[in-house]
């Protein structure tokens, strides 16, 4: 299996002028811990994780450094602090170094980067532009399903981008949710928004032609969550 049989194809970003609190709400509205800072272009210039805002100083989290650690500092981290906790756009707070892979690499070799950067995410690139994201999650996700239907074949990836036009045409937040294909076998796997959508992703999914068997692993978010979801 490689990436564009598991990633998530409709990912979630900000561009480099998003404001901060609004970064941070997409990361919760989500429930991701991390996402990716685009370009109008579709370049990938940095990626914003929780890390990067966990000392603010509208959460008074922002700690400043004694004066003993200080005098050890270089300028140049003293001033990247300073405008992690007080800078008010995205492209101010992201990490600049952004690890990512092609759409061909293979799961192992993905496994292997995660692990090793210790990282929990990492975008995937075609031709230079970003095309999808593959979590920990969704790796997890491709294990299984290969295990059900063995290695994806031309024809799964068809079925896979079919699948998720019809959730897309049905008006399934497809950001929450991960489609991987395997021997015909369609597993969805993550969350919706309502149990209408939750209704809904099994009726797109089911009246996709060439499709051998629907798995759906899907809940509906707790009430509680549900104003936290953008709409459309």
Do not use: C
């Not at 050890?72 to 001033?79: E, G, H, I, N, T």
């Not at 294909?181 to 969805?188: D, K, L, P």
Request: zero cysteines; glycine letters at 8%; proline letters at 4%.
């Amino acid at each position: 299996m490689q990436a564009r049989d598991v990633m998530t194809t409709n990912v979630i970003t900000v561009g480099p002028e998003t404001d901060v609190a609004e970064t941070a709400k997409r990361l919760l509205e989500n429930r991701i811990s991390a996402l990716p800072v685009v370009e109008s272009d579709g370049r990938i210039v940095g990626i914003v994780s929780e890390g990067d805002l966990m000392r603010r100083t509208e959460s008074e989290t922002h700690r400043q450094p004694s004066w003993w650690r200080s005098l050890f500092l270089l300028p140049k981290r003293r001033a990247i602090d300073y405008v992690k906790a007080h800078g008010r756009r995205a492209g101010d707070v992201m990490t600049r170094e952004v690890i990512t892979v092609n759409d061909d690499a293979s799961l192992e070799e993905i496994a292997e980067l995660l692990e090793r950067r210790r990282i929990k995410r990492v975008p995937v690139m075609r031709g230079g532009r970003l095309v999808g994201i593959v979590s920990r999650a969704n790796l997890l996700h491709g294990l299984v399903a290969a295990r059900t239907g063995g290695g994806p074949s031309a024809d799964d990836r068809k079925l896979k981008a079919a699948v998720e036009k019809r959730l897309s045409d049905a008006g399934v937040r497809t950001q929450l949710l991960n489609v991987v294909v395997s021997g015909g076998v369609v597993h969805v796997w993550r969350v919706v928004a309502t149990p209408e959508e939750k209704a809904a992703v099994r009726a797109a999914a089911e009246s996709t032609p060439g499709l051998k068997e629907i798995r759906a692993n899907v809940d509906a978010l707790p009430t509680y969550m549900r104003p936290f979801i953008r709409a459309g």
